[in-house]
Protein backbone atom coordinates (compact mmCIF):
# COMPACT_ATOMS: atom_id res chain seq x y z
CA UNK A 1 0.00 0.00 0.00
CA UNK A 2 1.32 3.48 -0.83
CA UNK A 3 0.44 6.42 1.24
CA UNK A 4 -0.47 9.34 -1.40
CA UNK A 5 -0.42 13.24 -0.19
CA UNK A 6 -1.22 15.99 -1.74
CA UNK A 7 -0.51 19.60 -1.01
CA UNK A 8 -1.61 23.35 -1.55
CA UNK A 9 -3.25 24.49 -5.33
CA UNK A 10 -3.25 20.54 -6.16
CA UNK A 11 -4.92 19.24 -2.98
CA UNK A 12 -7.76 21.77 -3.82
CA UNK A 13 -7.96 20.88 -7.77
CA UNK A 14 -7.89 17.07 -6.71
CA UNK A 15 -10.17 17.72 -4.11
CA UNK A 16 -8.77 15.12 -1.41
CA UNK A 17 -5.77 15.71 0.85
CA UNK A 18 -4.58 12.20 0.70
CA UNK A 19 -5.27 8.82 -0.20
CA UNK A 20 -3.84 4.80 0.13
CA UNK A 21 -4.07 2.95 -2.92
CA UNK A 22 -2.45 -0.63 -3.29
CA UNK A 23 0.90 -0.44 -5.22
CA UNK A 24 -0.24 -0.47 -9.06
CA UNK A 25 1.84 -2.92 -10.80
CA UNK A 26 4.20 -1.85 -13.14
CA UNK A 27 4.87 1.33 -11.25
CA UNK A 28 8.37 1.51 -10.08
CA UNK A 29 9.43 5.03 -9.60
CA UNK A 30 7.96 9.05 -9.84
CA UNK A 31 7.21 9.31 -13.22
CA UNK A 32 5.25 6.06 -13.28
CA UNK A 33 3.19 6.98 -10.64
CA UNK A 34 2.18 10.64 -12.08
CA UNK A 35 0.90 8.77 -15.58
CA UNK A 36 -0.68 6.33 -13.41
CA UNK A 37 -2.46 8.77 -11.37
CA UNK A 38 -3.03 10.90 -14.20
CA UNK A 39 -5.06 8.63 -16.24
CA UNK A 40 -7.34 9.18 -14.06
CA UNK A 41 -8.65 11.97 -16.14
CA UNK A 42 -10.53 15.05 -14.97
CA UNK A 43 -8.72 16.83 -12.45
CA UNK A 44 -5.86 14.27 -11.70
CA UNK A 45 -4.31 15.81 -15.10
CA UNK A 46 -2.99 18.42 -12.96
CA UNK A 47 -0.69 15.67 -11.96
CA UNK A 48 1.03 16.17 -15.14
CA UNK A 49 0.38 19.37 -16.10
CA UNK A 50 0.75 21.42 -13.49
CA UNK A 51 4.26 23.31 -13.54
CA UNK A 52 7.09 23.15 -11.46
CA UNK A 53 5.08 19.80 -9.82
CA UNK A 54 7.75 18.52 -6.84
CA UNK A 55 7.65 15.19 -5.38
CA UNK A 56 8.84 13.84 -2.17
CA UNK A 57 9.26 10.11 -0.50
CA UNK A 58 8.94 9.38 2.97
CA UNK A 59 9.55 12.98 3.49
CA UNK A 60 12.73 13.71 1.14
CA UNK A 61 12.80 15.27 -1.82
CA UNK A 62 12.52 13.10 -4.85
CA UNK A 63 12.94 12.80 -8.52
CA UNK A 64 10.96 11.96 -11.64
CA UNK A 65 13.34 8.77 -11.32
CA UNK A 66 13.29 8.06 -7.72
CA UNK A 67 12.25 4.62 -7.01
CA UNK A 68 8.70 3.47 -4.90
CA UNK A 69 8.25 0.33 -2.76
CA UNK A 70 5.27 -0.55 -1.67
CA UNK A 71 4.65 1.44 1.87
CA UNK A 72 5.98 4.63 0.98
CA UNK A 73 4.46 7.50 1.62
CA UNK A 74 4.44 9.78 -1.39
CA UNK A 75 4.02 13.71 -1.62
CA UNK A 76 2.81 15.75 -4.75
CA UNK A 77 2.78 19.64 -4.43
CA UNK A 78 3.69 23.08 -5.95
CA UNK A 79 7.43 24.94 -5.40
CA UNK A 80 7.43 26.09 -1.25
CA UNK A 81 6.18 29.51 -0.44
CA UNK A 82 6.94 29.60 3.05
CA UNK A 83 8.54 32.10 4.97
CA UNK B 1 18.74 24.13 18.13
CA UNK B 2 15.04 24.14 18.48
CA UNK B 3 12.80 24.01 14.81
CA UNK B 4 8.93 24.57 16.03
CA UNK B 5 5.76 25.20 14.05
CA UNK B 6 2.69 26.68 15.34
CA UNK B 7 -0.37 28.44 14.99
CA UNK B 8 0.16 30.85 17.69
CA UNK B 9 2.16 33.85 17.63
CA UNK B 10 5.56 34.42 19.60
CA UNK B 11 7.35 36.62 21.30
CA UNK B 12 11.02 36.80 20.42
CA UNK B 13 11.90 38.67 23.01
CA UNK B 14 10.96 35.51 25.52
CA UNK B 15 11.93 33.51 22.28
CA UNK B 16 15.48 34.98 22.33
CA UNK B 17 15.72 34.40 26.20
CA UNK B 18 16.12 30.57 25.26
CA UNK B 19 19.72 31.78 24.60
CA UNK B 20 20.41 33.77 27.38
CA UNK B 21 22.65 33.00 29.92
CA UNK B 22 25.29 30.87 27.60
CA UNK B 23 28.45 33.46 28.56
CA UNK B 24 29.97 32.48 25.06
CA UNK B 25 27.27 34.15 23.04
CA UNK B 26 28.94 37.30 21.82
CA UNK B 27 25.53 37.63 19.06
CA UNK B 28 22.69 37.16 17.92
CA UNK B 29 20.67 37.65 14.76
CA UNK B 30 17.07 37.07 14.59
CA UNK B 31 14.97 37.53 11.63
CA UNK B 32 11.08 37.89 11.94
CA UNK B 33 8.68 37.92 8.49
CA UNK B 34 5.06 39.34 8.36
CA UNK B 35 2.44 39.59 6.70
CA UNK B 36 2.51 42.70 4.15
CA UNK B 37 -0.45 44.16 3.18
CA UNK B 38 0.01 44.08 -0.43
CA UNK B 39 1.98 41.41 -2.65
CA UNK B 40 2.00 42.02 -6.73
CA UNK B 41 0.15 45.03 -6.60
CA UNK B 42 -2.73 43.18 -5.25
CA UNK B 43 -3.95 44.54 -1.46
CA UNK B 44 -3.70 41.14 1.25
CA UNK B 45 -6.45 40.67 3.24
CA UNK B 46 -5.68 37.63 4.93
CA UNK B 47 -3.70 34.49 4.28
CA UNK B 48 -3.71 30.22 4.91
CA UNK B 49 -0.20 28.94 5.58
CA UNK B 50 -0.45 25.46 4.56
CA UNK B 51 2.82 22.37 5.55
CA UNK B 52 3.32 19.02 5.28
CA UNK B 53 3.63 18.02 9.13
CA UNK B 54 6.57 15.82 9.50
CA UNK B 55 8.31 16.72 6.80
CA UNK B 56 8.49 20.05 7.38
CA UNK B 57 10.05 19.93 10.87
CA UNK B 58 12.57 17.16 9.40
CA UNK B 59 13.31 19.75 6.70
CA UNK B 60 13.96 22.96 9.09
CA UNK B 61 16.00 20.49 11.15
CA UNK B 62 18.52 19.60 7.93
CA UNK B 63 18.87 23.30 7.44
CA UNK B 64 19.95 24.48 10.93
CA UNK B 65 21.53 21.10 11.04
CA UNK B 66 23.67 22.13 7.72
CA UNK B 67 24.34 25.85 8.89
CA UNK B 68 25.81 24.50 12.17
CA UNK B 69 28.09 22.23 9.70
CA UNK B 70 28.66 25.67 8.09
CA UNK B 71 29.22 28.20 10.22
CA UNK B 72 30.54 28.33 13.94
CA UNK B 73 27.32 28.84 15.56
CA UNK B 74 26.26 27.91 19.42
CA UNK B 75 22.42 27.72 19.14
CA UNK B 76 19.90 28.05 16.31
CA UNK B 77 15.73 28.63 16.96
CA UNK B 78 13.23 28.42 13.98
CA UNK B 79 9.52 28.93 14.66
CA UNK B 80 7.36 29.13 11.51
CA UNK B 81 3.33 29.97 12.00
CA UNK B 82 0.43 28.28 9.63
CA UNK B 83 -2.86 28.80 10.20
CA UNK B 84 -5.04 32.07 8.99
CA UNK B 85 -2.33 35.18 9.21
CA UNK B 86 -3.28 39.03 8.54
CA UNK B 87 -1.38 41.54 7.48
CA UNK B 88 1.28 42.79 10.53
CA UNK B 89 1.39 39.28 11.61
CA UNK B 90 4.49 37.60 12.16
CA UNK B 91 5.24 34.42 10.16
CA UNK B 92 8.62 33.23 10.61
CA UNK B 93 11.46 33.61 13.23
CA UNK B 94 15.07 32.60 12.71
CA UNK B 95 17.31 32.99 15.48
CA UNK B 96 21.12 32.24 15.12
CA UNK B 97 23.53 32.27 18.28
CA UNK B 98 26.98 32.64 18.13
CA UNK B 99 30.57 33.94 19.22
CA UNK B 100 31.31 36.08 16.66
CA UNK B 101 28.51 38.70 14.61
CA UNK B 102 29.90 37.05 11.19
CA UNK B 103 28.68 33.64 11.61
CA UNK B 104 25.47 34.81 13.13
CA UNK B 105 24.79 36.84 10.02
CA UNK B 106 25.83 34.84 7.68
CA UNK B 107 23.86 31.48 9.20
CA UNK B 108 20.36 33.44 10.16
CA UNK B 109 20.12 34.68 6.44
CA UNK B 110 21.09 30.96 4.92
CA UNK B 111 18.54 29.58 7.20
CA UNK B 112 16.00 31.98 5.68
CA UNK B 113 16.75 31.33 2.07
CA UNK B 114 16.78 27.90 2.24
CA UNK B 115 13.87 27.93 4.49
CA UNK B 116 11.96 29.95 1.35
CA UNK B 117 13.18 27.14 -0.94
CA UNK B 118 13.10 23.77 0.79
CA UNK B 119 10.48 23.80 3.51
CA UNK B 120 7.53 22.40 2.53
CA UNK B 121 4.83 25.32 3.51
CA UNK B 122 2.23 27.03 0.92
CA UNK B 123 0.83 30.51 1.31
CA UNK B 124 -2.35 31.02 0.12
CA UNK B 125 -3.79 34.69 0.32
CA UNK B 126 -7.14 35.96 0.20
CA UNK B 127 -6.62 39.70 -1.86
CA UNK B 128 -9.58 41.79 -3.20
CA UNK B 129 -8.76 40.06 -6.25
CA UNK B 130 -9.98 36.69 -4.42
CA UNK B 131 -7.96 33.82 -3.55
CA UNK B 132 -4.71 32.88 -4.65
CA UNK B 133 -1.96 30.52 -4.06
CA UNK B 134 1.14 32.61 -3.97
CA UNK B 135 3.95 31.09 -7.02
CA UNK B 136 7.52 30.52 -5.95
CA UNK B 137 9.56 33.61 -6.59
CA UNK B 138 12.62 33.58 -8.80
CA UNK B 139 14.20 35.87 -6.90
CA UNK B 140 14.11 33.14 -3.64
CA UNK B 141 15.24 30.52 -5.72
CA UNK B 142 18.25 32.53 -6.59
CA UNK B 143 18.95 33.83 -2.50
CA UNK B 144 18.88 30.09 -2.01
CA UNK B 145 21.28 29.35 -4.90
CA UNK B 146 23.49 31.77 -4.16
CA UNK B 147 24.92 29.91 -0.97
CA UNK B 148 26.06 26.58 -2.69
CA UNK B 149 28.75 28.72 -3.94
CA UNK B 150 29.77 29.98 -0.58
CA UNK C 1 14.48 55.75 13.01
CA UNK C 2 15.77 55.69 16.51
CA UNK C 3 18.90 55.80 18.48
CA UNK C 4 19.11 55.49 21.76
CA UNK C 5 22.15 55.27 24.59
CA UNK C 6 21.30 54.56 28.03
CA UNK C 7 22.77 52.38 31.17
CA UNK C 8 19.24 50.41 31.18
CA UNK C 9 18.93 46.68 30.28
CA UNK C 10 16.06 46.25 27.01
CA UNK C 11 13.52 43.74 25.58
CA UNK C 12 14.18 43.21 22.41
CA UNK C 13 10.70 42.14 21.60
CA UNK C 14 9.35 45.12 23.28
CA UNK C 15 11.93 47.74 21.40
CA UNK C 16 11.17 45.56 18.49
CA UNK C 17 7.07 46.09 18.65
CA UNK C 18 7.93 49.60 17.64
CA UNK C 19 8.08 48.85 14.09
CA UNK C 20 4.90 46.83 14.64
CA UNK C 21 1.50 47.89 13.11
CA UNK C 22 3.38 48.86 9.61
CA UNK C 23 2.25 46.92 7.10
CA UNK C 24 4.33 47.63 4.79
CA UNK C 25 7.49 45.88 6.88
CA UNK C 26 7.85 42.06 5.51
CA UNK C 27 11.08 41.66 7.12
CA UNK C 28 12.82 42.98 10.46
CA UNK C 29 16.46 41.54 10.69
CA UNK C 30 17.77 42.25 14.83
CA UNK C 31 21.07 41.86 16.19
CA UNK C 32 21.81 41.98 19.98
CA UNK C 33 25.63 42.34 21.14
CA UNK C 34 26.23 40.49 24.46
CA UNK C 35 29.34 40.39 27.24
CA UNK C 36 31.26 37.58 26.50
CA UNK C 37 33.17 35.59 29.15
CA UNK C 38 36.39 35.65 27.54
CA UNK C 39 38.32 37.69 25.26
CA UNK C 40 41.89 36.96 23.69
CA UNK C 41 42.05 34.34 26.42
CA UNK C 42 41.33 36.13 29.66
CA UNK C 43 38.45 35.87 31.60
CA UNK C 44 36.37 38.41 31.60
CA UNK C 45 34.40 39.31 35.42
CA UNK C 46 33.72 42.87 34.20
CA UNK C 47 33.40 45.72 31.47
CA UNK C 48 32.80 49.35 31.62
CA UNK C 49 31.36 50.58 28.41
CA UNK C 50 32.77 54.78 28.11
CA UNK C 51 30.96 57.17 25.23
CA UNK C 52 31.53 60.74 23.76
CA UNK C 53 28.06 62.32 24.88
CA UNK C 54 26.79 64.16 21.82
CA UNK C 55 29.51 62.86 19.55
CA UNK C 56 28.32 59.27 19.60
CA UNK C 57 24.74 60.14 19.24
CA UNK C 58 25.45 62.30 15.92
CA UNK C 59 27.28 59.32 14.51
CA UNK C 60 24.82 56.82 14.80
CA UNK C 61 22.43 58.87 13.51
CA UNK C 62 24.72 59.31 10.56
CA UNK C 63 25.44 55.44 9.89
CA UNK C 64 21.61 54.90 10.27
CA UNK C 65 21.01 57.62 7.64
CA UNK C 66 23.74 56.51 5.67
CA UNK C 67 21.98 52.61 5.63
CA UNK C 68 18.73 54.60 4.72
CA UNK C 69 20.47 56.02 1.20
CA UNK C 70 21.86 52.75 0.81
CA UNK C 71 19.15 50.52 1.17
CA UNK C 72 15.33 50.52 0.81
CA UNK C 73 14.59 50.52 4.46
CA UNK C 74 11.44 51.43 6.63
CA UNK C 75 12.80 51.95 9.93
CA UNK C 76 16.27 51.34 12.30
CA UNK C 77 16.69 51.20 15.69
CA UNK C 78 20.17 51.60 17.49
CA UNK C 79 20.25 51.23 21.38
CA UNK C 80 23.85 51.06 23.17
CA UNK C 81 24.18 50.50 26.96
CA UNK C 82 26.90 52.57 28.51
CA UNK C 83 28.34 51.77 31.61
CA UNK C 84 29.27 48.53 33.89
CA UNK C 85 28.26 45.27 32.01
CA UNK C 86 29.01 41.56 32.97
CA UNK C 87 29.42 38.69 30.96
CA UNK C 88 25.68 37.63 29.34
CA UNK C 89 24.71 41.40 29.49
CA UNK C 90 23.49 42.65 26.46
CA UNK C 91 25.42 45.66 25.39
CA UNK C 92 23.91 46.35 21.74
CA UNK C 93 20.77 46.18 19.49
CA UNK C 94 20.59 47.24 15.81
CA UNK C 95 17.40 46.75 14.32
CA UNK C 96 16.47 47.01 11.08
CA UNK C 97 12.44 47.19 9.22
CA UNK C 98 11.98 46.77 5.52
CA UNK C 99 9.96 45.32 3.02
CA UNK C 100 12.00 42.77 1.85
CA UNK C 101 14.32 40.92 3.92
CA UNK C 102 17.83 41.26 1.67
CA UNK C 103 17.77 45.18 2.21
CA UNK C 104 16.98 44.10 6.23
CA UNK C 105 20.10 41.72 6.55
CA UNK C 106 22.49 43.58 4.34
CA UNK C 107 21.21 47.36 6.27
CA UNK C 108 21.53 45.55 9.69
CA UNK C 109 24.84 44.05 8.98
CA UNK C 110 26.51 47.33 7.85
CA UNK C 111 25.13 49.55 10.71
CA UNK C 112 26.93 47.43 13.47
CA UNK C 113 30.05 47.00 11.34
CA UNK C 114 30.32 50.36 10.68
CA UNK C 115 29.08 51.09 14.68
CA UNK C 116 32.27 49.11 15.76
CA UNK C 117 34.32 51.64 13.81
CA UNK C 118 33.05 55.27 13.87
CA UNK C 119 31.02 55.53 16.94
CA UNK C 120 33.26 56.87 19.82
CA UNK C 121 32.83 53.96 22.80
CA UNK C 122 35.36 52.38 24.07
CA UNK C 123 35.28 49.11 26.30
CA UNK C 124 37.43 48.11 29.58
CA UNK C 125 37.58 45.34 30.25
CA UNK C 126 38.37 43.73 34.15
CA UNK C 127 39.81 40.21 33.57
CA UNK C 128 41.54 37.90 36.04
CA UNK C 129 44.55 39.33 34.81
CA UNK C 130 43.64 43.22 35.67
CA UNK C 131 41.89 45.78 33.69
CA UNK C 132 42.81 46.84 30.33
CA UNK C 133 41.29 48.54 27.37
CA UNK C 134 40.38 46.76 24.68
CA UNK C 135 42.32 47.18 21.51
CA UNK C 136 40.57 47.60 18.08
CA UNK C 137 40.26 45.09 15.72
CA UNK C 138 41.95 44.68 12.58
CA UNK C 139 38.80 42.09 11.59
CA UNK C 140 36.53 45.09 12.58
CA UNK C 141 38.06 47.42 10.43
CA UNK C 142 37.96 45.06 7.40
CA UNK C 143 34.39 44.57 8.09
CA UNK C 144 33.69 48.21 8.18
CA UNK C 145 35.47 48.91 4.65
CA UNK C 146 34.28 46.19 2.85
CA UNK C 147 30.90 48.77 2.75
CA UNK C 148 33.06 50.85 0.61
CA UNK C 149 33.05 48.76 -2.42
CA UNK C 150 29.34 47.85 -2.45
CA UNK D 1 38.84 79.44 24.30
CA UNK D 2 39.05 76.15 22.88
CA UNK D 3 37.03 72.78 25.16
CA UNK D 4 39.22 69.99 24.91
CA UNK D 5 38.28 66.22 25.85
CA UNK D 6 40.37 63.08 26.42
CA UNK D 7 38.22 59.15 26.52
CA UNK D 8 39.47 55.89 27.49
CA UNK D 9 43.15 55.30 27.84
CA UNK D 10 44.08 58.15 27.12
CA UNK D 11 41.50 60.37 30.27
CA UNK D 12 43.07 58.06 32.17
CA UNK D 13 46.49 58.52 31.56
CA UNK D 14 46.21 62.35 32.07
CA UNK D 15 44.02 62.13 35.19
CA UNK D 16 41.31 64.04 33.05
CA UNK D 17 38.32 64.22 30.40
CA UNK D 18 38.45 67.70 30.09
CA UNK D 19 39.30 71.16 30.25
CA UNK D 20 39.31 74.74 28.77
CA UNK D 21 42.08 76.05 27.38
CA UNK D 22 42.35 79.67 25.28
CA UNK D 23 43.62 78.94 21.65
CA UNK D 24 47.27 79.18 22.14
CA UNK D 25 48.99 81.19 19.45
CA UNK D 26 50.74 79.91 16.63
CA UNK D 27 47.84 76.69 16.91
CA UNK D 28 45.74 76.31 13.53
CA UNK D 29 45.64 72.81 12.93
CA UNK D 30 45.08 69.13 15.12
CA UNK D 31 49.08 68.71 14.57
CA UNK D 32 50.00 71.86 16.37
CA UNK D 33 47.44 71.45 19.07
CA UNK D 34 48.65 68.01 19.92
CA UNK D 35 52.29 69.26 19.79
CA UNK D 36 51.34 72.30 22.02
CA UNK D 37 49.74 69.66 24.27
CA UNK D 38 52.32 67.11 24.26
CA UNK D 39 54.93 69.71 25.23
CA UNK D 40 53.44 70.21 28.63
CA UNK D 41 55.94 66.90 29.27
CA UNK D 42 54.76 63.75 31.72
CA UNK D 43 51.90 61.93 31.23
CA UNK D 44 51.15 64.60 28.07
CA UNK D 45 53.46 63.18 25.65
CA UNK D 46 50.99 60.17 24.84
CA UNK D 47 49.54 62.91 22.69
CA UNK D 48 52.59 62.41 20.56
CA UNK D 49 53.01 58.91 21.39
CA UNK D 50 49.59 56.85 21.27
CA UNK D 51 49.10 54.44 18.53
CA UNK D 52 46.72 55.50 16.57
CA UNK D 53 45.33 58.26 18.61
CA UNK D 54 42.07 59.77 16.68
CA UNK D 55 40.49 63.49 16.94
CA UNK D 56 36.97 64.73 16.76
CA UNK D 57 36.59 68.75 15.74
CA UNK D 58 32.77 70.21 17.06
CA UNK D 59 31.92 66.32 17.33
CA UNK D 60 33.08 65.30 13.69
CA UNK D 61 36.27 62.81 12.87
CA UNK D 62 39.16 65.11 11.93
CA UNK D 63 42.13 64.74 10.53
CA UNK D 64 46.01 66.28 11.23
CA UNK D 65 45.96 68.94 8.98
CA UNK D 66 42.23 69.76 10.48
CA UNK D 67 41.80 73.56 10.75
CA UNK D 68 41.14 74.48 14.66
CA UNK D 69 39.22 77.85 15.49
CA UNK D 70 38.49 79.34 18.65
CA UNK D 71 35.43 78.16 20.65
CA UNK D 72 36.20 74.99 19.17
CA UNK D 73 35.45 71.61 20.81
CA UNK D 74 38.13 69.15 19.90
CA UNK D 75 38.61 65.48 21.69
CA UNK D 76 41.24 63.36 21.60
CA UNK D 77 40.67 59.53 21.60
CA UNK D 78 42.11 55.81 20.47
CA UNK D 79 40.11 53.76 18.18
CA UNK D 80 36.52 52.81 19.15
CA UNK D 81 35.93 49.46 20.50
CA UNK D 82 32.28 49.56 21.27
CA UNK D 83 29.57 47.12 19.77
New interface residues.
Given amino acids: MLKI?Y???L??ALGQGDENLPLPSGVGDVAALRRYLADRGGPWHHLLTAR?LRC?IN???ARSDSAIADGDEV?F??????? | MSVRIQEADFDLGKELAEFHGDPRIGAVVAFV?LVRDSNDAARILEMT????P??TE?ALAAIVSEAGQRWSIIDALVI?RVGRLRPTDR??AVAVAAEHRGAAFDAGEFI?DQ??????????ELTTAGAR?????ET?EQASERWQMG
Same sequence: chains 1, 4.
Avoid: S
Fill in positions: LFAHRENAQEMAFPPVTGG | GLEHYGMKHIVILKTRAPFWKRWVEARD
